[in-house]
Protein backbone atom coordinates (compact mmCIF):
# COMPACT_ATOMS: atom_id res chain seq x y z
CA UNK A 1 0.00 0.00 0.00
CA UNK A 2 1.20 3.37 -1.24
CA UNK A 3 0.97 5.71 1.89
CA UNK A 4 2.69 9.06 3.16
CA UNK A 5 2.00 9.19 6.90
CA UNK A 6 2.75 12.90 8.50
CA UNK A 7 3.58 13.53 12.21
CA UNK A 8 4.96 15.65 14.49
CA UNK A 9 2.29 18.48 14.78
CA UNK A 10 0.94 19.89 17.82
CA UNK A 11 0.41 23.47 19.92
CA UNK A 12 3.24 25.58 20.25
CA UNK A 13 3.83 29.58 21.39
CA UNK A 14 4.53 31.83 19.08
CA UNK A 15 8.45 31.89 18.65
CA UNK A 16 8.41 28.04 19.23
CA UNK A 17 9.24 25.59 16.83
CA UNK A 18 8.01 22.23 15.53
CA UNK A 19 9.49 19.42 12.66
CA UNK A 20 7.08 17.76 10.92
CA UNK A 21 8.07 14.69 9.23
CA UNK A 22 6.66 12.63 6.03
CA UNK A 23 7.27 8.80 6.35
CA UNK A 24 7.02 7.21 2.73
CA UNK A 25 5.83 3.43 2.79
CA UNK A 26 5.26 1.05 -0.33
CA UNK A 27 7.12 2.88 -2.71
CA UNK A 28 10.67 5.30 -2.43
CA UNK A 29 10.90 8.71 -2.48
CA UNK A 30 14.12 8.54 -5.03
CA UNK A 31 13.34 10.48 -8.49
CA UNK A 32 10.48 12.49 -6.94
CA UNK A 33 9.32 16.01 -5.92
CA UNK A 34 8.03 16.22 -2.15
CA UNK A 35 5.64 18.83 -1.38
CA UNK A 36 4.66 20.58 1.91
CA UNK A 37 1.57 22.35 2.10
CA UNK A 38 -0.94 23.62 4.91
CA UNK A 39 -5.10 24.81 4.98
CA UNK A 40 -6.13 26.88 7.57
CA UNK A 41 -9.96 26.85 8.06
CA UNK A 42 -11.62 28.63 5.30
CA UNK A 43 -8.53 29.22 3.14
CA UNK A 44 -7.32 27.20 0.10
CA UNK A 45 -4.36 24.83 0.32
CA UNK A 46 -0.74 26.43 0.01
CA UNK A 47 2.22 25.25 -0.97
CA UNK A 48 4.61 26.02 1.61
CA UNK A 49 7.63 24.27 0.08
CA UNK A 50 9.32 21.47 -1.91
CA UNK A 51 11.79 18.77 -2.55
CA UNK A 52 13.73 17.16 -5.29
CA UNK A 53 14.01 14.51 -3.50
CA UNK A 54 17.20 13.10 -5.65
CA UNK A 55 18.60 16.38 -5.77
CA UNK A 56 17.68 18.30 -2.74
CA UNK A 57 17.15 21.37 -4.62
CA UNK A 58 14.16 22.84 -2.31
CA UNK A 59 12.05 25.94 -3.09
CA UNK A 60 10.23 27.84 -0.49
CA UNK A 61 7.17 30.28 -0.46
CA UNK A 62 8.13 33.89 0.42
CA UNK A 63 6.12 33.90 4.02
CA UNK A 64 8.51 31.24 5.14
CA UNK A 65 11.64 31.80 4.12
CA UNK A 66 14.47 32.24 6.75
CA UNK A 67 12.10 30.24 9.22
CA UNK A 68 11.03 26.56 7.49
CA UNK A 69 13.92 23.99 6.28
CA UNK A 70 12.89 21.16 4.40
CA UNK A 71 15.12 18.11 4.51
CA UNK A 72 15.21 14.79 3.41
CA UNK A 73 16.50 11.14 4.89
CA UNK A 74 17.65 8.90 1.76
CA UNK A 75 18.08 6.31 4.58
CA UNK A 76 14.71 6.45 6.18
CA UNK A 77 12.66 7.53 3.50
CA UNK A 78 11.38 10.29 4.72
CA UNK A 79 11.04 14.49 4.36
CA UNK A 80 11.24 16.86 7.39
CA UNK A 81 10.24 20.50 7.41
CA UNK A 82 11.81 22.13 10.26
CA UNK A 83 9.79 25.18 11.56
CA UNK A 84 11.06 27.76 13.89
CA UNK A 85 9.66 30.92 14.90
CA UNK A 86 6.43 29.89 14.74
CA UNK A 87 3.76 32.88 14.10
CA UNK A 88 0.17 32.21 14.90
CA UNK A 89 -0.07 33.11 10.76
CA UNK A 90 1.15 29.24 10.98
CA UNK A 91 -1.56 27.96 11.82
CA UNK A 92 -2.95 24.84 9.54
CA UNK A 93 -3.24 21.51 8.81
CA UNK A 94 -0.09 20.80 6.92
CA UNK A 95 0.24 17.85 4.66
CA UNK A 96 2.73 16.34 2.72
CA UNK A 97 2.61 15.16 -1.17
CA UNK A 98 4.53 13.68 -3.78
CA UNK A 99 4.79 14.59 -7.52
CA UNK A 100 5.92 11.72 -9.30
CA UNK A 101 4.63 12.65 -13.50
CA UNK A 102 6.65 15.67 -13.02
CA UNK A 103 9.45 14.91 -10.41
CA UNK A 104 10.25 18.67 -10.27
CA UNK A 105 10.33 21.09 -7.38
CA UNK A 106 9.49 24.40 -9.04
CA UNK A 107 7.98 27.81 -7.88
CA UNK A 108 4.68 28.41 -7.21
CA UNK A 109 4.20 25.19 -5.33
CA UNK A 110 0.92 24.15 -6.99
CA UNK A 111 -1.14 21.74 -5.20
CA UNK A 112 -2.55 20.74 -8.47
CA UNK A 113 1.07 19.68 -9.17
CA UNK A 114 1.21 16.54 -6.46
CA UNK A 115 -1.19 13.26 -7.24
CA UNK A 116 -0.50 11.62 -3.95
CA UNK A 117 -1.27 13.18 -0.38
CA UNK A 118 -0.91 12.19 3.24
CA UNK A 119 -3.87 12.65 5.32
CA UNK A 120 -2.10 15.81 7.59
CA UNK A 121 -1.06 17.08 10.70
CA UNK A 122 -2.11 19.68 13.31
CA UNK A 123 -0.17 23.19 13.72
CA UNK A 124 -1.50 25.13 16.15
CA UNK A 125 0.74 28.44 17.22
CA UNK A 126 -1.25 30.21 20.09
CA UNK A 127 0.01 31.39 23.28
Not at 92 to 102: E, F, L, M
Request: glycine residues 10%.
Amino acid sequence: QLQLVESGGGLVQPGGSLRLSCAASGFTLDYYAIGWFRQAPGKEREGVSCIDYSSGSANYVDSIKGRFTISRDNAKNTVYLQMNDLKPEDTAVYYCAVDWVRAVCEAPISPRDYEHWGQGTQVTVSS
